[in-house]
């Protein structure tokens, strides 16, 4: 728990002083005086604030968000509540908002999502240039999991193991990375997959129908030959003698093709023994291996019992290292294909092909948070770039109370040369404090379902 907290913190600190900075940042450079840089809504707390110059920084009570309160001629009733009220301060004419030129206040409107972008783009670069490019070469099938197969996917079934595919919607694949990412976030209103041979393979799923594209993708599995990569110290299989780089041959007098063979008997398997025949170097050798029973959860959520030896299979990755120029490249790439993710998540809600019930709020971000930040640096990095790519499409919306909406405004002004009626301004503002206040009470009423096991 302290520890889904505390990564929680991290998180949203984090990438909400990011986007306020770069609103601050900017309206610094426009030559805006900045009342208060604040992280949370409402009034600032006072042992956590402190002045320097014209600016205050602070802490506010509310922890939701943040914002950057610049001197402007007009006091917008809902913004002012939510920016911890008037300031009593002495401007200079040409230091409130208003006096700047309406490209320069949307520089600043739009500079905090930028600040997001960019700090999803260097992460994304930094765990390229980090890792590389991990690689699996194959394109073959192996096999296709019937619980994971969508509406729409059912002619998946019709794959035949040791199948090839060659290309997804005319696109050639080269790898199982090709495979997954054609499957997932192909463009397209189907699925179009062509095996070698000539034939094809359609899916009638919506680009927007994320999850059963997703479970698409999961469905299908590559082919993964039955040779053993890893051998757990003190596990059946090291005390019966299995070695890593065996290939196993046959199991209980079955004949194994591929590695999903092997789990398929050691699954059936609860404790009784098994007789392994495996080629090695120097021959075939007939060992016999009794699996020790575990419980797993099983694909449907429920927990079952299956058979366990201790061995994994042998991944023929291919990892490729990037210099500075390919790793800002393949973070770009990374960047690109989360924002498309999320504005298909968007437009996925409102055509009804994602349910509502996916909507996620700060206890799933925290819980999500925590899981990352257990498993190490790199998911954490990773899921704070996502993140923070959600934080910059969704203030994107063309709602008032976020930085989208009052850049509708800027255009607007921008095309009849005047800025529009302030008291509109307001009735439009107070409408997306409304909208914005009904999405968090349904993300939040998503997450405390989730936590209680709905």
């Known amino acids: 728990m302290l520890i889904t907290i505390l990564a929680l913190i991290i998180v949203l600190g984090v990438l909400i002083f990011i986007h306020e900075a770069?609103?601050?940042?900017?309206?610094?450079?426009?030559?805006?005086?900045?009342?208060?840089?604040?992280?949370?809504?409402?009034?600032?707390?006072?042992?956590?604030?402190?002045?320097?110059?014209?600016?205050?920084?602070?802490?506010?009570?509310?922890?939701?968000?943040?914002?950057?309160?610049?001197?402007?001629?007009?006091?917008?009733?809902?913004?002012?509540?939510?920016?911890?009220?008037?300031?009593?301060?002495?401007?200079?004419?040409?230091?409130?908002?208003?006096?700047?030129?309406?490209?320069?206040?949307?520089?600043?409107?739009?500079?905090?999502?930028?600040?997001?972008?960019?700090?999803?783009?260097?992460?994304?670069?930094?765990?390229?240039?980090?890792?590389?490019?991990?690689?699996?070469?194959?394109?073959?099938?192996?096999?296709?999991?019937?619980?994971?197969?969508?509406?729409?996917?059912?002619?998946?079934?019709?794959?035949?193991?040791?199948?090839?595919?060659?290309?997804?919607?005319?696109?050639?694949?080269?790898?199982?990375?090709?495979?997954?990412?054609?499957?997932?976030?192909?463009?397209?209103?189907?699925?179009?997959?062509?095996?070698?041979?000539?034939?094809?393979?359609?899916?009638?799923?919506?680009?927007?129908?994320?999850?059963?594209?997703?479970?698409?993708?999961?469905?299908?599995?590559?082919?993964?030959?039955?040779?053993?990569?890893?051998?757990?110290?003190?596990?059946?299989?090291?005390?019966?003698?299995?070695?890593?780089?065996?290939?196993?041959?046959?199991?209980?007098?079955?004949?194994?093709?591929?590695?999903?063979?092997?789990?398929e008997v050691l699954q059936e398997n609860e404790g009784t023994p098994i007789s392994m025949e495996v080629g090695r170097a120097g021959g075939r050798r007939t060992l016999e291996v009794r699996p020790e029973v575990e419980t797993v959860e099983g694909l449907d959520g429920k927990p079952r019992k299956v058979g366990r030896v201790g061995i994994a299979v042998s991944l023929d990755f291919r990892s490729e290292p990037l210099g500075l120029g390919a790793a800002l490249v393949e973070g770009w790439k990374a960047t690109v294909s989360s924002s498309t993710q999320i504005v298909r998540t968007v437009r996925g809600l409102f055509s009804g092909r994602i349910s509502r019930r996916e909507v996620g709020g700060p206890i799933m971000i925290g819980q999500l948070a925590g899981e990352t930040a257990r498993m190490g640096l790199d998911p954490f990095l990773a899921f704070m770039a996502l993140i923070s790519i959600n934080l910059a499409i969704l203030n994107l919306l063309p709602v008032p109370v976020l930085d989208g909406g009052q850049f509708l405004f800027l255009l607007a002004e921008a095309v009849i040369r005047r800025p529009l009626p302030l008291r509109l301004r307001e009735r439009l503002t107070a409408v997306g404090m409304v909208l914005i206040v009904l999405l968090m009470g349904l993300a939040f009423s998503n997450d405390i379902r989730r936590l209680f096991g709905g």
């Not at 090291?238 to 780089?245: S, Y």
């Open 22 to 263: 770069g609103h601050f940042l900017a309206a610094k450079w426009a030559g805006v005086w900045v009342h208060r840089f604040s992280l949370g809504l409402g009034s600032p707390i006072p042992w956590l604030t402190f002045k320097r110059g014209e600016t205050e920084y602070s802490i506010s009570w509310l922890p939701l968000g943040g914002y950057v309160k610049m001197a402007s001629r007009e006091e917008e009733v809902t913004s002012s509540a939510l920016e911890g009220g008037q300031v009593e301060a002495r401007v200079p004419p040409d230091g409130v908002f208003e006096a700047k030129p309406v490209w320069k206040r949307m520089i600043i409107i739009l500079a905090g999502v930028t600040m997001n972008a960019l700090f999803a783009w260097l992460a994304f670069s930094f765990l390229a240039a980090k890792n590389g490019r991990q690689i699996d070469p194959t394109t073959t099938v192996g096999r296709t999991i019937e619980e994971m197969v969508p509406p729409g996917g059912e002619a998946l079934r019709d794959i035949p193991a040791g199948a090839r595919i060659t290309a997804i919607n005319r696109r050639p694949v080269a790898s199982w990375n090709d495979v997954t990412e054609g499957l997932a976030n192909s463009p397209e209103p189907e699925i179009r997959i062509e095996l070698e041979g000539g034939k094809r393979v359609v899916l009638p799923i919506h680009q927007d129908a994320l999850e059963q594209r997703l479970k698409a993708s999961q469905a299908l599995q590559p082919f993964r030959p039955a040779v053993i990569g890893q051998v757990l110290p003190g596990r059946p299989a090291e005390r019966a003698g299995v070695e890593v780089g065996d290939t196993i041959v046959a199991l209980n007098g079955r004949p194994v093709r591929q590695w999903y063979d092997v789990l």
